[in-house]
């Protein structure tokens, strides 16, 4: 069966440092990977997704970069945090166009 | 820009009780899902409809898919208190997910 993996789970970053975030999956080979940002309580905000290695499209103009360096790895980085980039970062992979799986999540605090 | 709206925003019944919530858009979906997710977790797949008019039962849940695929239902038959969380709908199309604000939903014992 499939597994998605996501590390951290939660992560307190000051103002200006950099971030990563990995997350990988098992079971699968060429899955489609997703990064969505969920604000409290709310729906998801599409980041970044990607169809194969080094191929990733962004939705949303921000400070925010992913990466694909292997098939079932999916990193999101940033080179300087802002306060706006605290919430729930998570990671999703999937085969089918209209069905996702998602991974436990990170929380992301910006001080 | 495909939008999806929840409703009811919050929902808070008694344990036993039924409910409905509702996913609508303007936009038609070639398929609709349904998730849940409890705090601080990533969102559980429950169902995903693809056929206009299309029902899906999962234990006491049922889904439903408008005929014209812009909206869907879900039905809670004698809720519990497991069933408390955050349901999300999704509509699929040639650009991925949409995602609903969702549905918050509390069962009291």
């Known amino acids: 069966s499939q597994t998605i993996h996501q590390w951290p789970a939660t992560l307190v970053q000051p103002v200006g440092s950099p971030l990563s975030l990995e997350c990988t999956v098992e079971g699968t080979s060429n899955p489609n990977l997703y990064w969505y940002r969920q604000a409290a309580g709310r729906g998801l905000q599409l980041l970044f997704y990607?169809?194969?290695?080094?191929?990733i499209s962004s939705e949303v103009p921000q400070n925010l970069s992913a990466s694909r360096p292997q098939d079932r790895q999916f990193i999101l980085s940033s080179k300087k945090l802002l306060l706006s980039d605290s919430g729930f970062y998570l990671c999703?992979?999937?085969?089918?166009?209209?069905?996702?799986?998602f991974g436990p999540g990170t929380r992301l605090t910006v001080t | 820009t495909q939008l999806l709206e929840q409703s009811p925003q919050f929902l808070s019944i008694q344990e036993g009780e039924n409910l409905t919530v509702y996913c609508n858009s303007s936009?038609?979906?070639?398929?609709l899902q349904w998730y849940r997710q409890e705090p601080g977790e990533g969102p559980v797949l429950l169902v995903t409809?693809?056929?206009?008019?299309e029902v899906k039962k999962l234990k006491r849940l049922t889904f439903q898919f408008g005929d014209a695929r812009k909206d869907s239902s879900l039905h809670i038959t004698a809720a519990q208190p497991g069933d408390t969380g955050l349901y999300l709908c999704?509509?699929?199309?040639?650009?991925?997910?949409?995602f609903g604000k969702g549905t918050h939903l509390i069962i009291q014992p």
């Open positions: 990607s169809v194969g290695i080094g191929q």
């Open positions: 999703a992979w999937g085969q089918l166009p209209y069905e996702q799986y």
């Open positions: 936009s038609v979906f070639s398929s």
């Open positions: 999704a509509g699929g199309g040639a650009d991925g997910l949409t």
């Open positions: 409809v693809v056929t206009g008019g």
